[in-house]
């Protein structure tokens, strides 16, 4: 049996998508488990009703508001099935996805856990054709750029594997599942395999609406990818150069955010301010400032092209 938890905080807007797409599913060998984290709209009581006389939902209150990871390991602990797998409250999952997860890891039971492909929508499902499957590449690499090649719902865990790890670290209120698959990947014992040949299974929601605040949520990312620099950057393997590229997107999502208009060109240099600040938990020289500040200066004065960030990226980690 695969048990699915879902952490919510405030998504009553969505969420009964969300649990009618597991009512959808083709196979009944599953569990969910939703933590509602102390939500302040009408989130518990609108899943409350929607689960009712459901033996296959459980519905956990936590009374103490204390992030997504915390919601993440409770229902872990709560869970009985023999593999796991984490949802949003907004996310969606094809009514076919339990069956072929359950199918595939039943003929691959040695595996810690499998990564399936996973495509985005906005409103409704078919209306954003990108799809994350781009699977090729050393993984690991990949996570500490921050160039991440799959997210939380795309993967099947063992349940054993997680509490092998310890589950969620509780700190990371960013950048939490990007961290338990890091660490994943540098666990010596743990095996997994990546699945780019098969169809989407699962969907996940590309909103802007979920940002309350702009200035507070770009403050918290970086504060998110700078606790994620700091976590890793002691870790004596040849490979923490990639960390560089985590760095470097501290400054993406301010220069985007500008660019699109969402925050004054003061809160951008006081975020800019902030990087530089931090610039002592990774090893930069001067050309890696150098490289940092042309890229900036580019970005704010909106000069974009095709493949900029990518090129730069590419330069700063070298």
């Known amino acids: 049996m695969i048990s699915v938890i879902i952490p919510n905080y405030n998504k009553s807007n969505y969420i009964i998508e969300t649990i009618d797409s597991l009512k959808k599913q083709s196979t009944q060998n599953w569990e969910c488990i939703i933590i509602d984290d102390k939500s302040t709209d009408q989130s518990y009581s609108i899943i409350k009703k929607k689960i009712i006389n459901d033996h296959r939902f459980s519905l956990l209150l936590n009374n103490q508001n204390s992030g997504a990871n915390y919601c993440r390991n409770l229902g872990i602990l709560e869970s009985k099935g023999e593999y796991v797998m984490f949802l949003d409250a907004d996310d969606l999952l094809h009514d076919q996805c339990i069956k072929s997860r359950l199918k595939y890891i039943s003929k691959h039971s040695h595996l810690s856990f499998a990564v399936f492909p996973m495509g985005t929508f906005y409103n409704k499902i078919g209306d954003c054709v990108n799809v994350w ?61 990546v699945n780019s040949d098969n169809d989407v299974d699962c969907y996940y929601r590309i909103n802007n609406n979920k940002i309350d605040n ?72 001067k050309f890696d400032l150098m490289i940092l500040e042309f890229y900036f200066k580019i970005r704010f004065f909106k000069i974009y092209f095709k493949g900029m960030n990518s090129f730069f990226k590419f330069l700063f980690i070298r």
């Open 133 to 193: 499957n781009r699977f090729k590449g050393n993984h690991l690499n990949r996570f500490l750029a921050h160039d991440l090649p799959w997210a939380i719902c795309s993967v099947v865990w063992k349940k054993s594997t997680l509490i092998e790890m310890g589950c969620f670290d509780e700190s990371f209120i960013r950048l939490q599942d990007v961290e338990l698959h890091t660490r994943a990947l540098l666990h010596r014992n743990i095996k997994y395999q």
């Open 214 to 285: 702009y200035d507070n949520f770009l403050f918290n990312d970086i504060k998110g990818k700078l606790h994620y620099i700091s976590s890793f950057n002691k870790i004596n393997i040849r490979n923490m150069k990639y960390l560089k590229g985590t760095f470097f997107e501290c400054l993406n999502n301010p220069l985007v955010f500008y660019k699109k208009g969402y925050i004054e060109k003061q809160k951008l240099l006081e975020l800019k301010l902030f990087v530089f600040e931090n610039k002592a938990l990774i090893s930069l020289n």
